[in-house]
């Protein structure tokens, strides 16, 4: 797999920027995220109370396969299991070294014996053979960032029990990329479209910029609109980028931006970038002629404690929150309320003209599992050298095997329901 062991830079904001200068100005930014938290609720609080995420979606959307019971998957707990991950470092080759917690020398492995259980009914596991029988001759995209990759290795890993996958294409940056089950001929397509709209972006490979980034509003990505009618199947998620100093454009102007002081810019939030996106990637379904089955995924949080990322956060639990026990932060619901109202807007919109779009709402089982992430792991045998040396945690992508495999048992059961 060699280059594509690659820093996890890009999903966040930016774990990899060093210099001081630039923690100052993410420090400073992250408490404009609470400012802009704070006057959005003021706005909406009439309508939303600040303590509760709305009631997710629809419930009883989805129809468990082991029980045939009407039941919300998405809603439930992890309980303890015996079985074995699904697979491992040993097993899997396609688990990239950041998210490798069991290479990298991550000594304790309890959270790898739970099960998610939704209330009323039960998840049946990923099963790679019938996900390609049913998915012959079909063609798969995922489009997001770094966590959608992440996703995607879980998937491929789960697949690749059932058949190689073979490498048909890769970019320059290993950030697309397309494989090919021969034997099922079934396509699947990794899109790296971290913000889903145009973006010009000039990090380097460490994630270090000069510049800001230049974010266009009104435009979606062309890297993955020029083959959406390729795929059968879409899933796309986004989100974390946005939380990133950028200038907003619309209609070729400059309208604002997101944290940029000195630049006598608006400052528009970014959760108006976010909504925006949103709302031009479900427009785009909806008025396309192309009717893949698309999947939404929902917002990520992350487990720093005891500081930020840049700022020595650390996410040392080994098991999961007791449901309720942890709400998640503003920041969580805030972009988590924009992604509900605006799939909700689309799906009023869509009943008609046979779009098909759904919601994968992992944000509450993710969100119980601080003990999933690889904190200090991120690297291999971080204390080796060193038994208390300083290390950046990572507390947003996942280990794999890990709690998101997941959300591979909840795509299955979607699919299994929907065929
Ligand atoms: C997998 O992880 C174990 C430690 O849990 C390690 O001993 C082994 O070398 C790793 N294997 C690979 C292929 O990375
Ligand atoms: C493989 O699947 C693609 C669609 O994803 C289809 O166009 C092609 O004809 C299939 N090939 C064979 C040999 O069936
Ligand atoms: C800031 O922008 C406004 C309008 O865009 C302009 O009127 C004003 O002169 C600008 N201020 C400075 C200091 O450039
Ligand atoms: C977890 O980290 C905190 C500081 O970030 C530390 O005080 C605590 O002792 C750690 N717990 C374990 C079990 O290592
Ligand atoms: C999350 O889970 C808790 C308990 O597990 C439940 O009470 C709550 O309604 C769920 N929230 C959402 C948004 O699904
Ligand atoms: C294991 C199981 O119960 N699978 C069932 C899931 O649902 C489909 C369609 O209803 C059945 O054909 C499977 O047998």
Redesign the pocket.
């Known amino acids: 797999m060699g280059k594509e062991v690659r820093s996890d830079c890009e999903a966040w904001p930016t774990v990899c920027r060093k210099s001081n200068q630039i923690w100052l100005k993410l420090f400073v930014s992250v408490l404009l995220v609470g400012v802009s938290f704070r006057l959005l609720f003021l706005r909406s609080s009439a309508v939303l109370p600040v303590s509760e995420?709305p009631?997710?979606a629809k419930k009883t959307e989805y129809l468990s396969n082991a029980t045939s019971e009407k039941c919300d998957i998405?809603?439930?707990?992890w309980v303890p299991s015996l079985s074995r991950p699904p697979y491992t470092n040993e097993s899997c080759r396609f688990i990239e070294d950041p998210q490798n917690c069991l290479k990298n020398g991550r000594l304790d492995t309890d959270y790898l014996y739970w099960r998610w259980k939704p209330y009323g009914c039960s998840l049946l596991s990923f099963d790679g053979e019938k996900f390609l029988e049913k998915m012959r001759n079909k063609a798969w995209a995922l489009i997001g960032d770094s966590i959608l990759r992440n996703h995607v290795q879980s998937l491929i890993c789960l697949l690749s029990k059932a058949e190689e996958p073979v490498e048909v294409y890769h970019d320059k940056d290993f950030k697309s990329r397309r494989w090919h089950f021969p034997s099922h001929n079934f396509t699947l397509s990794l899109v790296w479209a971290p913000f889903l709209i145009k973006a010009e972006i000039f990090e380097d490979d460490d994630g270090q910029s000069d510049s800001d980034i230049q974010l266009h509003l009104d435009t979606l990505d062309s890297k993955w609109t020029e083959n959406y009618r390729d795929f059968d199947y879409i899933v796309i998620s986004a989100g974390q980028w946005f939380l990133k100093t950028a200038i907003y454009w619309e209609n070729r102007k400059v309208v604002g931006c997101h944290y940029c002081p000195g630049k006598n810019l608006t400052e528009l939030g970014f959760d108006h970038a976010y909504r925006m996106s949103l709302g031009k990637l479900f427009n785009h379904i909806l008025l396309s002629d192309h009717k893949p089955l698309v999947i939404y995924r929902t917002w990520t949080p992350d487990h720093f404690e005891n500081g930020e990322w840049f700022s020595g956060g650390t996410c040392n639990r080994t098991k999961p929150y007791k449901?309720?026990e942890f709400r998640g932060r503003d920041v969580d619901h805030l972009m988590r309320n924009i992604e509900l109202e605006e799939f909700q807007k689309v799906k009023a919109r869509s009943s008609e003209d046979g779009i098909r779009l759904k919601l994968l709402?992992t944000?509450?089982l993710s969100l119980q599992r601080p003990d999933g992430h690889p904190g200090p792991y991120r690297t291999f045998h971080p204390f080796d050298k060193e038994k208390n040396a300083l290390v950046q945690n990572d507390c947003l992508h996942w280990c794999l095997p890990g709690p998101i495999d997941a959300w591979n048992d909840l795509l299955m059961d979607m699919l299994l329901n929907d065929l």
């Open positions: 995420a009631a997710v998405f809603t439930g707990e449901a309720g709402d944000y509450n």
